[in-house]
């Protein structure tokens, strides 16, 4: 069963950086495109910043801000997130793009205090 566990997140003042990790098991990792998504409160869950073998797309909100990247050794996936605004406040979750429904996590809470 393929599962993954978000970690690092965090309350922060704007203009703060934080570092959000993610453990996923199974070889579903290393052979697809991962992404970070990130799901504010009433709002839809929305796609962060994806990547496959180096390759990277940010979404228009986080660009020159985020950088994803991901050790394919370790199943890990990681987003190093500077200059943090308030509207980043979010529960944030890994999983593969398309998103599988069966291993959404539990994802981490970023709070972005003005």
């Known amino acids: 069963q393929v599962q993954v566990v978000e970690s690092g997140g965090g309350l922060v003042q704007a203009g703060g950086s934080l570092r959000l990790s993610c453990a996923a098991s199974g070889s579903i990792f290393r052979t697809n495109l991962m992404a970070w998504y990130r799901q504010a409160p009433g709002k839809q869950r929305d796609l962060v910043a994806r990547i496959r073998s180096g390759a990277a797309y940010y979404a228009d909100s986080v660009k020159g801000r985020f950088t994803i990247s991901r050790d394919n050794a370790k199943n890990m996936l990681y987003l190093q997130m500077n200059s943090l605004k308030p509207e980043d406040t979010s529960v944030y979750y890994c999983?593969?793009?398309?998103?599988?429904?069966?291993?959404w996590g539990q994802g981490t809470q970023v709070t972005v205090s003005s």
């Open positions: 999983n593969t793009v398309p998103p599988l429904n069966n291993i």
